[in-house]
T-cell receptor, first 111, second 109 residues
Framework: DVKVTQSSRYLVKRTGEKVFLECVQD?????MFWYRQDPGLGLRLIYF???????EKGDIPEGYSVSREKKERFSLILESASTNQTSMYLC??????????FGQGTRLTVV | RKEVEQDPGPFNVPEGATVAFNCTYS??????FFWYRQDCRKEPKLLMS???SGNEDGRFTAQLNRASQYISLLIRDSKLSDSATYLC??????????FGGGTRLMVKP
């Protein structure tokens, strides 16, 4: 079974903190994604990566950055957390043209 | 116009009913299509891929209409456990997966 693991299920951070969300997949997938999901807005793509050290902006990259130093790990970084970044964050991975597999999600609250 | 659109619902149906959802997409170059299921506070999980010829998996049938640019999901003999949000997902060139907003289904006893 494909396994996509996010480092935390729940996280509470203060405004202005630098926040790291980690995602690891064990199936050698080239493509990895970070989404956020908010009520009424659905899943919105923040960034994706199609290979090591490669990244592309999604629909809402502002306030976020990413890092992919190794194929299995894709990190999402909130440089200076703000309350409007309170959300559910979902990581996914896939091989080209196949379905995506999701991590269990990280519910981030910024206070 | 959103790239992938779904009726958010909720669809409230009795057990045993047949229910259908549609999802429209705007990019005619879209290549692959999927239906995902998401339970409350959980991650989305693949329900089924959607093939050009249509496909069936037990009580679930998915169809693709490229001419009209929509995909559909039909659920027969609804169960209480089918209550969830159903997400339409479209894959475009450039490795992009785009999600619809989801359709919420509630199956009542």
């Amino acid at each position: 079974d494909v396994k996509v693991t996010q480092s935390s299920r729940y996280l509470v951070k203060r405004t202005g903190e630098k926040v790291f969300l980690e995602c690891v997949q064990d199936m050698d997938h080239e493509n990895m994604f970070w989404y956020r999901q908010d009520p009424g807005l659905g899943l919105r793509l923040i960034y994706f990566s199609y290979d090591v050290k490669m990244k592309e902006k999604g629909d809402i990259p502002e306030g976020y950055s990413v890092s992919r130093e190794k194929k299995e790990r894709f990190s999402l970084i909130l440089e200076s957390a703000s309350t409007n970044q309170t959300s559910m964050y979902l990581c996914a991975s896939r091989i080209r043209n196949t379905e995506a597999f999701f991590g269990q999600g990280t519910r981030l609250t910024v206070v | 116009r959103k790239e992938v659109e779904q009726d958010p619902g909720p669809f409230n149906v009795p057990e045993g009913a047949t229910v259908a959802f549609n999802c429209t997409y705007s990019n005619s170059a879209s290549q692959s299509f999927f239906w995902y299921r998401q339970d409350c506070r959980k991650e989305p999980k693949l329900l089924m891929s959607v093939y050009s010829s249509g496909n069936e998996d037990g009580r679930f049938t998915a169809q693709l209409n490229r001419a009209s640019q929509y995909i559909s999901l039909l659920i027969r003999d609804s169960k209480l456990s089918d209550s969830a949000t159903y997400l339409c997902v479209v894959y475009n060139a450039g490795n992009m997966l785009t999600f619809g907003g989801g359709t919420r289904l509630m199956v009542k006893p």
